[in-house]
């Protein structure tokens, strides 16, 4: 079973970055897409950026310019490097596969708060 831990986050002044990363146990993280996710309070969960096993990437038009998704295989670990963070990112930010078919367990999740 693989375990995700969300790290990274914290409370940034509008304008600044911040990295967060997402440490997978299991070799599997390996063979799939992987996405970073956030869920805003009375909002749905919602995918902002996505990388493929090849490192082919996608974003959600609200964080496209503004945010960059990598990963490291041989680190089991992804990243969301966020900057020029506006308010509206405040959010709980998740890792887990970009596949709608298959997810593994939910972390808990890093909260990234954006003050105006």
């Known amino acids: 079973q693989v375990q995700l831990v969300e790290s990274g986050g914290g409370l940034v002044q509008a304008g600044g970055s911040l990295r967060l990363s997402c440490a997978a146990s299991?070799?599997?993280?390996?063979?799939?897409?992987m996405g970073w996710y956030r869920q805003a309070p009375g909002k749905q969960r919602e995918l902002v950026a996505a990388i493929s096993t090849g490192g082919s990437t996608n974003y959600a038009d609200s964080v496209k310019g503004r945010f960059t998704i990598s990963r490291d295989n041989a680190k089991n670990t992804v990243y969301l490097q966020m900057s020029s963070l506006k308010p509206e990112d405040t959010a709980v930010y998740y890792c887990?596969?970009?596949?709608?078919?298959?997810?593994?367990?939910w972390g808990q999740g890093t909260q990234v708060t954006v003050s105006s």
């Open positions: 887990n596969t970009a596949n709608p078919n298959y997810k593994y367990v």
């Open positions: 299991g070799s599997i993280f390996s063979i799939n897409p």
